[in-house]
């Protein structure tokens, strides 16, 4: 599901398949007006005459301080307010791998987290287990520890006990380790959604521009782990159930805006999605199993089951809004 352009600048430069799709829409720059659609916007001719003019002005300028100055001058902003350069400097990338544009050399090649990330460090537990009833658990304890000094035991958790390991979310998102007792018993993970998924677009009846413009309003949950230590009844569906009521006030704190609705996909092969389904999510059908990119209609992955949570009765409505 995740997928991050990348790669060296300069010698080293190679074009992912998605830069040569753009490469070949970019092509087309001199014969039709708009030609490439990143994230939500249209590049077209007079775009790339604006960003060649800003970089001729930007001299000694480096490519993080040239990608702000075009999220200024396009006001393109996260709903916080917060610039969108990171999305805007991987549009410039595409723009210069195309040879559309020329940015300044690069200063310097940053670390790659994905391998500094890819094993957490270990962290000592205490793995006695916790077999109770919900009630006599007692109170928990819930933590957003994005950028905080327990995210590393968030991720260490995932990557020992969940069959997917640990996630680097995408776009907006959210950590929570959940106590109790002072102990880490479960984690999720909430980040920007699918951009497009034919069952959840077609539950929610929205048009192409109304998806566009507000699929800032639906958080998506690519990890939930309980773990393994920890066999306490119906526990999976009270966390879910307290997540779906805490999770719009946290969003809203964080990024400025809130959620009106939840998504998932569960593994058919591995799980029922009882939890889900007793904490009142809807089952909308299953995956082709083909992925995005597939390159014929062979299925060539587990089929998973998706399921959405209404958070407001006029959920649609809301989705619906045109800008």
């Not at 521009?209 to 800032?216: L, V, Y």
């Not at 990890?223 to 805490?246: D, E, N, T």
Request: glycine fraction near 8%; proline fraction near 5%.
């Amino acid at each position: 599901m995740q997928r991050r352009s990348g790669g060296r600048c300069g010698k080293h430069e190679k074009a992912t398949t998605a830069g040569l799709r753009s490469r070949w829409r970019l092509s087309t720059l001199r014969h039709v007006q708009t030609t490439l659609r990143y994230r939500g916007r249209d590049i077209n001719a007079d775009d790339i005459v604006f960003l060649k003019q800003l970089i001729a002005e930007s001299k000694g300028c480096s490519r993080r301080e040239i990608s702000k100055r075009v999220c200024v001058a396009w006001g393109w902003v996260q709903q916080n307010g917060t610039l969108r350069d990171m999305v805007c400097r991987s549009l410039l990338l595409v723009l210069h791998r195309a040879g559309e544009i020329e940015l300044p050399p690069q200063r310097f090649i940053p670390r790659n987290n994905v391998v500094i990330k890819r094993r957490p460090a270990a962290h000592d537990l205490d793995r006695t287990p916790i077999e109770t009833s919900l009630a006599e658990l007692g109170q928990l304890e819930w933590r957003q520890v994005r950028r905080t000094a327990d995210e590393g035991l968030f991720h260490a958790l995932l990557a020992e006990h969940h069959y997917l390991g640990s996630v680097r979310p995408v776009g907006e998102h959210l950590k929570f380790l959940v106590l109790a007792g002072g102990r880490p018993i479960a984690c999720f993970a909430w980040s920007s959604p699918p951009h497009k998924l034919d069952l959840r677009d077609h539950f929610i009846g929205w048009s192409k521009t109304a998806r566009d413009h507000n699929r800032h309003l639906i958080a998506y949950n690519p990890r939930f782990l309980i773990v393994p230590w920890v066999k306490v009844k119906h526990l999976a569906s009270h966390l879910l159930g307290h997540m779906a009521r805490s999770l719009p006030t946290e969003w809203a704190r964080v990024y400025g805006h809130t959620l009106c609705y939840l998504e998932t996909f569960v593994d058919t092969e591995r799980f029922a999605g009882t939890c889900y389904k007793a904490a009142n999510w809807i089952s909308l059908g299953k995956t082709t199993g083909r992925g995005n990119n597939a390159p014929t209609h062979a299925q060539n992955r587990s089929l998973k089951e998706v399921l959405g949570l209404p958070l407001t009765k006029d959920f649609r409505a809301q989705l619906g809004k045109l800008p």
